[in-house]
């Protein structure tokens, strides 16, 4: 479909850039149909004003998310801000973490989510500094991570993992067995920027790039120049109709449309020992499954009570594999209804009593997952999944199912860059009608 679409379609699209309440972006969303589609993310609650072109004098002028800063703009259901006090930068919740707060199965809660992006070690710590030298004016970059970098949060850049991580939140009711069900409700671009990172030892070609000398022993905060990583500042601008990323690609310009998601989504697992933020586990977190957009749907096992939800990580967009080992990262306002599924619900997807490792749905696929430190063992255990989930779900025999997974089923690398690796199946619903029942008598 061209992006451009018809006249109609751009002229709505140019009201979404002018700033519109909800009426006027249904309006606009239905002259859009015409002539493209428009993202589910710009769907979210509180994207009208994210996108509405900012006031003079104050935020980043020009087209693009306007800055969204916490405590500002629309926010559904309970309210996370990111604070030295509600984050963990580099490690996930565990069974010993108390919960910022409790809510009611079926409740929506609401984070503001940093990217570490622009805050770690090999960047200065000091994202004013850092932005300054992309030309990002001080006010234009986030309070919430200006604060958590210049916070006595300890951070350790080459043991902990990078990510900062907010929450975790306990949801009343869920026990170890249940599954806890995670439906993304918005996802709202907090800058219109981002970065991409790749780092020495790390994405899918380490010791070949980044090109150039090793980390120096030298290398520090205070000498980020000496760790010789590249980070590429990658602004987000409106271009015909969408918010695009733009890349320099030598004798062009590389533009491609963001479609936002949550890196890391999970819950605790049972243990008091510390756990790293980077590799993804049988409760989530650092999943970087790229369908998990807004109208998606994650189920987790639950492992403590409570469950102890939490979000970090927040993508612009990743390409499957996210193979330089970041994807675009900048920050978004995220919501998210949380219910829990009790032991043996029918709604547990696949039919069983509960899960033992995360499982995801869209509108169009189901997303069975497969996780483990090699690829090849991922990749068997995410058609497992989907064996097991096509079984339990329709009643298809095994034999069947892997027949029909042959032949009409894409396996996604999800990453590669994550210790543990990840794939996930994309089984499409569409393929399947339920027979009618035969007549009584």
Same mark, same amino acid.
């Given at each position: 479909?061209?992006?451009?679409?018809?006249?109609?379609?751009?002229?709505?699209?140019?009201?979404?850039?002018?700033? @519109?309440?909800?009426?006027?972006?249904?309006?606009?969303?239905?002259?859009?149909g015409?002539?493209?589609?428009?993202?589910?993310?710009?769907?979210?609650?509180?994207?009208? &004003?994210?996108?509405?072109?900012?006031?003079?004098g104050?935020?980043?002028?020009? #087209?693009g998310?306007?800055?969204?800063?916490?405590?500002?703009g629309?926010?559904?259901?309970?309210?996370?801000?990111s604070?030295?006090?509600t984050? *963990?930068?580099?490690?996930? /919740?565990?069974?010993?973490?108390?919960?910022?707060?409790?809510?009611?199965?079926?409740?929506?809660v609401?984070?503001?989510?940093? !990217?570490?992006?622009?805050?770690?070690e090999?960047?200065?710590?000091?994202?004013?500094?850092?932005?300054?030298?992309?030309?990002v004016?001080?006010?234009?970059?986030? *309070?919430?991570?200006?604060? @958590?970098?210049?916070?006595?949060?300890?951070?350790d850049?080459?043991?902990?993992?990078?990510?900062?991580?907010?929450?975790p939140?306990?949801?009343?009711?869920?026990?170890?067995?249940?599954?806890?069900k995670?439906?993304? =409700?918005?996802?709202? #671009?907090r800058?219109?920027? +981002?970065?991409?990172?790749?780092?020495?030892g790390?994405?899918?070609? /380490?010791?070949?790039?980044?090109? +150039?000398?090793?980390?120096? /022993?030298d290398?520090?905060? &205070?000498?980020?120049?000496?760790?010789?990583? =590249?980070?590429?500042?990658?602004?987000?601008?409106? @271009?015909? +109709?969408?918010?695009?990323?733009?890349?320099?690609?030598?004798?062009?310009?590389?533009?491609?449309? @963001?479609?936002p998601?949550?890196?890391?989504?999970?819950?605790?697992?049972?243990? !008091?020992?510390?756990?790293?933020?980077? /590799?993804? %586990?049988?409760?989530?977190?650092?999943?970087?499954?790229?369908?998990?957009?807004? +109208? !998606?749907k994650?189920?987790?096992?639950?492992?403590?009570?409570?469950?102890?939800?939490?979000?970090?990580?927040?993508?612009?967009?990743?390409?499957?594999?996210?193979?330089?080992?970041?994807?675009l990262?900048?920050?978004?306002?995220?919501s998210?209804?949380? %219910?829990?599924?009790r *032991?043996? !619900?029918?709604?547990?997807?696949?039919?069983?009593?509960?899960?033992?490792?995360?499982f995801g749905? %869209?509108?169009?696929?189901w997303?069975?997952?497969?996780?483990?430190?090699?690829?090849?063992?991922?990749m068997?255990?995410?058609?497992?999944?989907?064996?097991?989930?096509?079984?339990?779900?329709?009643?298809?025999?095994?034999?069947?199912?892997?027949?029909?997974?042959?032949a009409?089923?894409?396996?996604? =690398?999800?990453? =590669?860059?994550?210790?543990?690796?990840?794939?996930?199946?994309?089984? *499409?619903?569409?393929?399947?009608?339920?027979?009618?029942?035969?007549?009584r008598?």
């Amino acid at each position: 479909m061209d992006d451009s679409g018809s006249g109609e379609a751009q002229l709505a699209f140019e009201a979404l850039d002018d700033g @519109i309440g909800r009426r006027t972006l249904l309006q606009a969303a239905a002259a859009v149909g015409g002539g493209a589609v428009v993202p589910a993310w710009m769907r979210s609650p509180g994207a009208a &004003e994210a996108l509405a072109a900012p006031p003079k004098g104050r935020g980043q002028k020009g #087209p693009g998310p306007g800055i969204l800063q916490p405590g500002e703009g629309r926010r559904v259901g309970r309210y996370v801000m990111s604070t030295p006090s509600t984050v *963990r930068w580099g490690q996930l /919740p565990n069974a010993a973490t108390p919960p910022l707060f409790t809510v009611r199965s079926g409740s929506v809660v609401t984070f503001d989510t940093v !990217s570490h992006e622009g805050i770690l070690e090999d960047q200065g710590r000091d994202p004013i500094e850092y932005f300054a030298g992309k030309g990002v004016r001080r006010h234009d970059v986030l *309070r919430d991570a200006r604060a @958590i970098a210049a916070s006595d949060i300890e951070h350790d850049f080459a043991a902990d993992g990078p990510h900062v991580v907010t929450g975790p939140v306990a949801v009343r009711g869920a026990r170890p067995g249940d599954v806890l069900k995670v439906e993304v =409700v918005g996802l709202v #671009p907090r800058a219109p920027y +981002g970065v991409i990172s790749n780092r020495h030892g790390k994405g899918a070609l /380490p010791g070949e790039y980044p090109q +150039g000398p090793p980390p120096s /022993p030298d290398a520090s905060a &205070e000498r980020p120049e000496l760790y010789n990583n =590249v980070s590429v500042f990658t602004p987000v601008r409106r @271009i015909r +109709g969408r918010d695009r990323a733009v890349l320099p690609a030598g004798r062009a310009v590389a533009q491609f449309p @963001i479609d936002p998601f949550m890196g890391i989504m999970g819950v605790a697992l049972d243990t !008091s020992e510390t756990v790293n933020s980077t /590799p993804p %586990t049988a409760a989530g977190g650092n999943l970087d499954i790229r369908d998990l957009t807004v +109208g !998606s749907k994650l189920y987790l096992p639950v492992f403590v009570p409570g469950a102890k939800f939490f979000v970090g990580d927040p993508h612009y967009r990743q390409g499957d594999g996210e193979v330089a080992l970041t994807a675009l990262e900048a920050p978004l306002r995220g919501s998210f209804r949380l %219910t829990v599924l009790r *032991r043996g !619900s029918a709604a547990i997807p696949g039919g069983r009593d509960s899960l033992a490792t995360p499982f995801g749905e %869209t509108a169009e696929y189901w997303l069975a997952v497969g996780l483990d430190p090699d690829l090849d063992e991922a990749m068997k255990q995410a058609v497992r999944e989907s064996i097991e989930f096509l079984n339990g779900e329709l009643g298809m025999s095994r034999a069947v199912a892997y027949a029909y997974l042959s032949a009409a089923t894409d396996y996604a =690398v999800s990453q =590669v860059v994550d210790k543990t690796k990840g794939v996930h199946a994309r089984i *499409r619903k569409d393929d399947f009608r339920l027979r009618r029942r035969a007549g009584r008598g």
